[in-house]
């Protein structure tokens, strides 16, 4: 098999798991945020400085890759470690929630999905079988099944159909991939916020023995509650020996409250999107650097920080940066948010081996959200 979990230790305060997930490019210590490059590159970072801050994994994009510069071209360039000189593990979605955001743009049929490219307005259809072709062309060592992510809220008989249509694609992807060596296919776990259909989707799936298993349609817009409560009934049905995904989740509460649930990997585009729009994650809560009270500030970003942001500039100067529209202000807020959400799991990793998750979500919620809020 292309990938080996091993489970190392479980926290006695809290369940949770720390594990080293095996694979071709290297040891992955989890539980473990990975950095999101859609295509093929996490925005306005590069390798060297992703490995500077001990990123363990990164992400790209099927859906974005296939439409631009094509799998083809990826492949011809010797697989996206290649294409874009990142030599530690890769995975790619399987283009699935990309596609389904679409909505009037596509057709879901039992074949596949006939939609309309978001750049070009072109026609192209995916059907599981394509959907392999393409990330058996990108060459990530974990790769998704394709699936359909149920909006929210949605009628429990649409999930259903949903759901079940979910299973038999992964049934096809299944057969149709074959680099097994090499690659390790994941189920997606569907079925809403349903908790019957959860467990239809997940006794399905783990009867197919995939070598790991991930958590989709979550964070599509429900309360941060519901999404908890469906972790706490899901994650159990999964097996222990496998790694376990959530898929398109990164705000701080959401990372500790999903690895107390028992969840290895995690993933979000959050942290660079918000460095972008001017925001930055830190151990006292977010700064807003757009906001007046900066302007004068020679502090760094955050005290307890030693990204390279944090210990090479100030507050006042970052903000000044983005108030001129200067592309340096994304990078050292990119730079910053990616530290700290890598380092929040390396301290959420030390607390599990200390069987103390639970104490340091507590002292961390007071100091980051101020009160028991968890809010975004």
């Not at 926290?11 to 997930?21: E, F, I, M, P, V």
């Not at 159909?161 to 149709?176: H, I, N, P, Q, Y």
């Not at 729009?277 to 500030?297: E, F, L």
């Amino acid at each position: 098999m292309a990938i080996r979990y091993e489970l190392i230790k479980e926290c006695k305060q809290t369940g949770a798991r720390l594990g080293r997930l095996h694979t071709p490019h290297g040891v992955i210590e989890t539980p473990i945020f990975m950095p999101v490059g859609t295509q093929a590159t996490v925005k306005a970072m590069t390798p060297e400085e992703l490995k500077e801050m001990n990123a363990q994994i990164i992400l790209s994009n099927t859906y974005h890759l296939y439409l631009r510069p094509g799998h083809d071209l990826v492949r011809a360039a010797g697989g996206l470690h290649k294409f874009m000189n990142w030599d530690r593990p890769i995975l790619t979605d399987s283009g699935g929630f990309q596609v389904f955001s679409l909505g009037d743009l596509r057709k879901i049929t039992e074949e596949g999905v006939e939609f309309q490219s978001h750049i070009d307005g072109s026609k192209h259809f995916l059907t599981p079988e394509k959907v392999m072709e393409i990330e058996t062309a990108l060459g990530a060592d974990i790769i998704m099944a394709f699936d359909e992510c149920a909006p929210f809220p949605a009628e429990w008989q649409y999930v259903k159909d949903s759901l079940e249509r979910t299973t038999r694609w992964a049934v096809r992807c299944k057969a149709a991939h074959t680099n097994t060596d090499n690659q390790a296919l994941f189920g997606i776990v569907q079925g809403g916020m349903y908790r019957d259909l959860r467990e239809q989707s997940a006794k399905e799936l783990v009867a197919l023995d995939f070598p790991g298993y991930s958590i989709g349609g979550l964070s599509v817009g429900e309360p941060k509650e519901l999404m908890y409560e469906v972790l706490d009934y899901t994650t159990p049905l999964l097996p222990k020996n496998k790694p376990r995904y959530l898929m398109g989740v990164g705000s701080p509460d959401a990372l500790i409250e999903g690895s107390i649930r028992g969840i290895d990997m995690f993933d979000c585009v959050l942290p660079t999107r918000i460095a972008r729009n001017g925001t930055a994650m830190t151990s006292q809560g977010k700064v807003i650097i757009k906001n007046a009270k900066y302007t004068r500030d020679f502090t760094p970003l955050d005290p307890e920080c030693d990204c390279y942001a944090c210990k090479h500039y100030t507050r006042a100067y970052i903000r000044h940066l983005y108030k001129a529209d200067e592309i340096l202000s994304s990078r050292l807020l990119s730079t910053h948010n990616l530290h700290f959400l890598i380092n929040l799991m390396k301290q959420v990793r030390e607390a599990i081996m200390e069987d103390r998750l639970g104490d340091f979500r507590n002292a961390f919620f007071a100091k980051y959200y101020g009160e028991t809020s968890k809010e975004d």
